[in-house]
Every structure is written in structure tokens, then in C-alpha cells.
């Protein structure tokens, strides 16, 4: 197993950089870089930030010059071709493409991640601040959806063609198909001073002044504006989980060893927990890892702005539209590592809940 390990760790260096390559060559030749973005910002038609420095500290032409008119920038025409160098310069685009690769392949070795190029902080600071979010947001969500979804799942393998099985499967196919967005909106119309109650907060994790309360009173307060965000998450989220576990717990009972320890006249209940629990939930509980990450990865950017939440998913679409280079590849590494480390947790999973699977005598 260790063996396994180390080539599982190893593995992770090629696939880490192959994702990293590949992302970063095709956000270079994508229209609208972080030089567009600061260009429309000073000609006004942008929202980008940290162009107004460079049109104080450079001169600006009137009526534009050839080099300006031929500029590889669009919106550039019109200005002097030293505050474009400028800008150039002050975002790290003077320098050829093969150097600017090989600056972010070392820099991202040493976890250097610089700082991000419209927000003045750095882009580890920038995750620290958004990550309670995310981590709030997809932890419970994903402790809920398996707490639920599990025990459902096994009574309805149990009850399996009864009317049970079926209301419960109408109940999370019909969750399913709403929209967690939309879901959320009915959420704050109801009870978030909509139209008919005003229960619940609309902002943040916590209540303004909560920095000065007694802890039991800021951890109510914390699950207080956590309530209708998990909610809105988790509603979609129980369907392919139950009718996981459901298919998964009926193709262990009717296999010959059920039917033997029937047959010896074992208890239907020590049968399920005893026997068929164990089996039917490998595919289930190690894939927890996956499921934990995949929910914290793709933090949803409608429910982060419908409750005011600033979280992961924001942050990324944001960097997104402005192009902020340094916050789109720093969270894609960081991402990307984890996500192939749980992956590997994942597999070690399997081997404690059934040590009869062994992944390096199967290679």
C-alpha cells in the first residue's frame, strides 16, 4: 500500500501541471485581459481597478499616434504608447509569454502565489477571506445531504414498491428539478422580509455586533444566517444520493449470502446492519471526500449574491470577468491539489471500509 501511495503521490505533479499548462495557455489568448480591463477603465467604459494610478503617473495622448492606432488592444486608440508600456509593465504583460509561464511554474513551487491585480491584497489573504464561506456553505451541506440521504436511502431499498418508496421518490425527483436559485428566492420572499415573515437574515455569516456576545449566542447567530443558504443548497442535493444508496442496498439483499444468513434465521435488522450496511455503503462513504470537495469547489455564485454571502464562488467568477490572473490560477493550483490529494483519501477509504480491496495487487 505504500508503494501505491507514493506513486499516487508522485502522479499528482504531472497531472497538477498538464492543468495549470493548459488553463494558463488558454486564458492568455482569450480576449480582454487584465490590460483591456485597466484600458476600459480609464476610457471609462470599464469597472476594473488600478488604471487611474498609471493615468496620473504617465501622459495620455490627445489625438492617439500610429503605434497607438495599430495597438493589440482594443479600446487603445488614442493613447500614448508609453501609458500603455505602463500598464504593460505594472501588470507583468511586458514580458514574453514562455518567461511569464516559467515565473508562475516557479513561483507556484515555492506557493508564491503574488497578489491579485485589481483588490491591492495578496491572493493567499484574499482566500482566507472567502474560505469560512465556502467552508460554511459546503460542509453542512454535504453532512445534511448524506444524514438524510442515507437513512432514506435504506428505507427505501427496504420498503422498496411500497407507497413509501414511491411519495419520498416523487418528493426529492421534484427537489431535484427546482433550481437552488430559485428555490432561494422563494426562501427570502417567505421568510427573509419579503412579503410574510421576516425570520431569518439576509447578510453575512454573522450579526454585526456579534464580535462582543457570549460564544453559545455567536454560534446560534452563525447557524441563524447559515439556515436558509444550506437550504436553498442542499434541496437539489438528495436525489442522486438516496437512489444511490437505495440501488446499492437492493443488490446486496437479494445476493446469496442475505439469503443464507436468512436462511440461519438472523434477525432482519442484524442482517442490514450487520451484513449488507457494510458492503452496500462502500461506494457511498468513500466517495465523501469527493463529494465534499465538489461542494466546496463549486460554491454557488447565485446563492453567494442572493444572501450577500462572499465566498469562493464569487471570488472566482469575479477574477473571472476582470481577468484577474493571479486569483484565477492561484485558486485552480490550490483547487486542483486538494481535490487530487482527497482523491487519493478517497481510494484509501476503500481499503479501511473493505481491507479486502487492495489497489497494488490489482496494478
Given at each position: 500500500?505504500?508503494?501505491?501511495?507514493?506513486r499516487r503521490l508522485l502522479l499528482i505533479i504531472p497531472t497538477l501541471w498538464a492543468i495549470i499548462t493548459i488553463n494558463f495557455f488558454i486564458v492568455q489568448i482569450a480576449p480582454g485581459g487584465p490590460v483591456d480591463q485597466a484600458i476600459a477603465d480609464m476610457q471609462g467604459l470599464g469597472s476594473g481597478g488600478g488604471a487611474e494610478r498609471i493615468t496620473r503617473s504617465g501622459p495620455r495622448g490627445e489625438g492617439g499616434s500610429p503605434e497607438a492606432k495599430v495597438s493589440k488592444y482594443r479600446g487603445a486608440r488614442g493613447l500614448d504608447p508609453?501609458?500603455?508600456?505602463?500598464?504593460?509593465?505594472?501588470?507583468?504583460f511586458d514580458k514574453p509569454l514562455p518567461v511569464r509561464y516559467g515565473e508562475m511554474l516557479k513561483n507556484y513551487l515555492t506557493f508564491?502565489?503574488?497578489?491579485?491585480?485589481?483588490?491591492?491584497k495578496s491572493v493567499p489573504a484574499l482566500i482566507a477571506e472567502r474560505l469560512?464561506?465556502?467552508?460554511?456553505?459546503g460542509l453542512w451541506s454535504t453532512l445534511i445531504i448524506y444524514l438524510v440521504s442515507i437513512p432514506l436511502g435504506i428505507r427505501k431499498a427496504v420498503k422498496n414498491g411500497t407507497p413509501f418508496d414511491l411519495w419520498t421518490s416523487t418528493a426529492i425527483i421534484l427537489g431535484n428539478a427546482i433550481p437552488s436559485f430559485l428555490f432561494a428566492v422563494i426562501l427570502v420572499v417567505i421568510f427573509s422580509g419579503g412579503s410574510f415573515f421576516k425570520i431569518f437574515p439576509l447578510r453575512g455569516l454573522m450579526s454585526v455586533d456579534s464580535a462582543n456576545w457570549s460564544l453559545p449566542a455567536r454560534i446560534l447567530?452563525?447557524?441563524?444566517?447559515?439556515?436558509l443558504p444550506v437550504i436553498a443548497i442542499t434541496i437539489g442535493g438528495f436525489a442522486t444520493l438516496t437512489m444511490l444508496t437505495k440501488n446499492s442496498f437492493l443488490d446486496e439483499i437479494h445476493k446469496q449470502y442475505v439469503m443464507t444468513a436468512r436462511a440461519k434465521g438472523?434477525?432482519?435488522?442484524?442482517?442490514?446492519?450487520?451484513?449488507?450496511?457494510?458492503?452496500?455503503?462502500?461506494?457511498?462513504?468513500?466517495g465523501f471526500p469527493s463529494a465534499f470537495i465538489a461542494m466546496f469547489f463549486t460554491g454557488s455564485v447565485l446563492i453567494e449574491v442572493i444572501f450577500s454571502l462572499d465566498g469562493m464562488g464569487l471570488l472566482g467568477f469575479e477574477s473571472t470577468m476582470q481577468r484577474d490572473y493571479p486569483v484565477i490560477f492561484a485558486t485552480l493550483y490550490i483547487f486542483t491539489l486538494l481535490g487530487l490529494l482527497l482523491s487519493l483519501v478517497s481510494d484509501l477509504m476503500y481499503t479501511v471500509i473493505d481491507p479486502r480491496i487492495d489497489f497494488e495487487a490489482r496494478e
Open positions: 500500500m505504500a508503494a501505491y501511495i507514493v508609453e501609458v500603455i508600456a505602463e500598464i504593460e509593465k505594472r501588470y507583468g508564491n502565489f503574488g497578489e491579485s491585480l485589481f483588490r491591492g469560512p464561506v465556502s467552508i460554511s456553505l447567530d452563525y447557524f441563524w444566517h447559515l439556515t438472523l434477525a432482519e435488522k442484524k442482517i442490514l446492519l450487520g451484513h449488507v450496511f457494510r458492503n452496500a455503503m462502500l461506494i457511498v462513504i468513500a
